[in-house]
């Protein structure tokens, strides 16, 4: 079992940055991977950014260049720097942990937090 922990989110100003965090316990072992999705009210939960224990990062399209994603793997901490936030970004934020050392894949989800970009 993997455990995750995600403090941080809130209310920004659109233009403004903001920093997501979430720390995995438990069960970590390689190969994983370590990311972020999001979830507009009334919209399906999309892909953010993640991060592969190998270092490899991959970002959904609209978010590249403005969103960052890292990863401290001695921490098995994961990072979200979001800049240059718009009102679409709106959305409830869910850190994922994708432990690929077994087959079939087993996915974990935080509590998920509200990130609320005010125009």
């Known amino acids: 079992q993997v455990q995750l922990v995600e403090p941080g989110g809130g209310l920004v100003q659109a233009g403004g940055s903001l920093r997501l965090s979430c720390a995995a316990s438990?069960?970590?072992?390689?190969?994983?991977?370590m990311g972020w999705f999001r979830q507009a009210p009334g919209k399906q939960r999309d892909l953010v950014a993640v991060m592969q224990s190998s270092g490899t990062a991959i970002y959904a399209g609209s978010m590249k260049g403005r969103f960052t994603i890292g990863r401290d793997s001695a921490k098995n901490t994961v990072y979200l720097q979001m800049n240059g936030l718009e009102s679409e970004d709106t959305a409830v934020y869910y850190c994922?942990?994708?432990?690929?050392?077994?087959?079939?894949?087993?996915?974990?989800w935080g509590q998920g937090t509200q990130v609320t970009v005010s125009s």
């Open positions: 994922k942990f994708e432990d690929a050392s077994r087959w079939p894949r087993r996915d974990y």
């Open positions: 438990g069960r970590i072992l390689s190969p994983n991977a």
